[in-house]
C-alpha cells in the first residue's frame, strides 16, 4: 500500500501510516455479516428508533438479528431493502482499491449511504455525463452505485 493511501469507509477516514488504519482495514476487509442483513441506521423524530434492514424481512430473519447483536428493549423497526450490507461491501472495496485508481478518476469519496441502501461515489468537479458513461463503461456499471459531484448543487 502507497504510503498517503486512504481507506474510505463512510464518515471514517483514517491514514494508511497508522496501526489504527490497519485494523480498520483488517476488519473492513474481514465483515461478513448474514446474506439477509442490509445495514441500519438511526430513524429522524423524537423517537429515533433503529431502522434494521433486511433483504429478506422474514420473522425468522428478525428473530436471528435480534440474537446476534444482543437487542434489548430499546426501539427499533425492521424494513425491507434490496441490498445486503454484504454485496454493499464488495462494491465499497472494489471503488476503493488503491490511491492511484481514486486519483485517476479523481474521486473525492466512497461511502455506504445507510438510509439508501447504496454506495455513493462522489467525483471532484462539476457533473460531466461523459466522465459517468466512461467510468461505467471502463469500472462499473451497477444499480447499487450512485453518483455526484463536489460541485453539484444540492436541492433539498
Known amino acids: 500500500m502507497d504510503e498517503g493511501e486512504r481507506l474510505f469507509f463512510g464518515d471514517i477516514v483514517e491514514d494508511s501510516r497508522t496501526e489504527g488504519e490497519v485494523k480498520l482495514k483488517e476488519t473492513f476487509e474481514k465483515s461478513v455479516f448474514p446474506d439477509y442483513y442490509g445495514g441500519c441506521y438511526r430513524s429522524d423524530g423524537e423517537d429515533r ?6 433483504t429478506e424481512n422474514t420473522e425468522e430473519n428478525q428473530k436471528a438479528i435480534v440474537e446476534r447483536y444482543a437487542l434489548t428493549e430499546e ?8 441490498n445486503s450490507r454484504n454485496e454493499l461491501l464488495d462494491v465499497m472495496r472494489q471503488l476503493t482499491i488503491s490511491t492511484e485508481f481514486m486519483k485517476k478518476w479523481k474521486i473525492q469519496h466512497v461511502l455506504i449511504r445507510e438510509r439508501e441502501n447504496d454506495v455513493e461515489v462522489c467525483f471532484d468537479g462539476e457533473p460531466d455525463e461523459e466522465k ?17 459531484f463536489t460541485g453539484a448543487k444540492k436541492v433539498y
Open 49 to 54: 428508533k433503529i431502522v434494521i434492514l433486511l
Open 75 to 82: 426501539k427499533y423497526v425492521f424494513e425491507t431493502c434490496e
Open 132 to 148: 459517468l458513461e466512461r467510468f461505467k463503461r471502463e469500472v462499473m456499471d451497477s444499480p447499487i452505485v450512485v453518483f455526484d
